[in-house]
């Protein structure tokens, strides 16, 4: 059964779900109001977060240095390699939205195509929607015994201008718009692959156009991929018409998501004094210049450092071999030259703060 249409789609819900969601956008506004100082590095870091989590919500794992390394182009783990590009798509959605743009289709397409230009079976349908059926479940060869079938792909260009639609209004609460255009967008399952990093992707830019967040990516993904047969079941329910359990599922994910996050805020503000303490760094020094950049940019090579901060290499890479020396900083590659160094404790933050919303999750 195909989906329907939904541009002018109205959302009846129940009071209790009414309540959870002013709830839910109360955290995130909350979250997206925390910490002003630490907004830019805790945008990255959760951005990073999101896009990992949704990454491993479609099987696709790798540990967080590994991560690291292909955000700074080192392509050695494919894993990796896509999680990255996960990143990228993500911020590139968010980014076309960030003054309150309306979502044109184009742009998803150019985010499809950040996330699937490098993958060797997937580079010739980067960036333009199927020309061919896809389905759900049940065997590679064949729809027969599918878990779903999407609509024919001669439909999606009507389906996704439909959605577009509906994802430009403003007279429904943001997390209802979030939730049916995710959905919707599963549903329709535009791309011969990377339906789900796109579509979650697509949450976090609705949130953003309607202004719920202003600089912060909600990691609800985290949550989700903790009780992924719980995602899947919402989205099955959605197919057979009910749209409630699915905003429910995401109140509940991002509320979760938001709290930790700020549990997150409140560490990263703790760590520049921490730093200066333990590292001793003279002001105007190499070292000390390192630092107050470390927030901002976790991850750098030592031509990155030298670029930004100017002064002599030999200090430029003292200043280096201080941070690394009292575990500010660890090495990613194996490099003698040019190596990527990443902060610690900022790329342990990133398997933390997932690991903690899954907890609450489950």
Known sequence: ???????????RLGPELQVAMEACVMEIVALDHSHGAELGALETLLLRTESVASSKIEHIDASVDDYARALHGIKSNPSATSMAASTAALAALIGSVGTGADIEVQMILMAHLALMLDDPQESAYAGRFRDLQNWIGGSDYSPRNAVYVPPPPETVPEYMADLVAFANRTDLPVLVQAAVVHAQFESVHPFTDGNGRIGRALINTILRRRGATRRVVVPLASALVARRDDYFDVLGKYREGSIEPIIQSFTEASIIAAREARVTAAKIAELPPRWQREVGARGGSATARLLDRLIAAPIF????????????????????????????????????????WGAAELLDELDDLAVRIAAAAR
């Open 1 to 11: 059964m195909r989906p329907p249409l939904i541009a002018d789609r109205q959302a």
């Open 301 to 340: 090579s030592a031509s990155d450092a030298e670029e930004a901060i100017g002064g002599a290499s030999s200090s430029v890479y003292a200043g280096i071999e201080r941070l690394h020396a009292v575990g500010v900083i660890r090495p990613l590659t194996s490099r003698t030259r040019n190596q990527v």
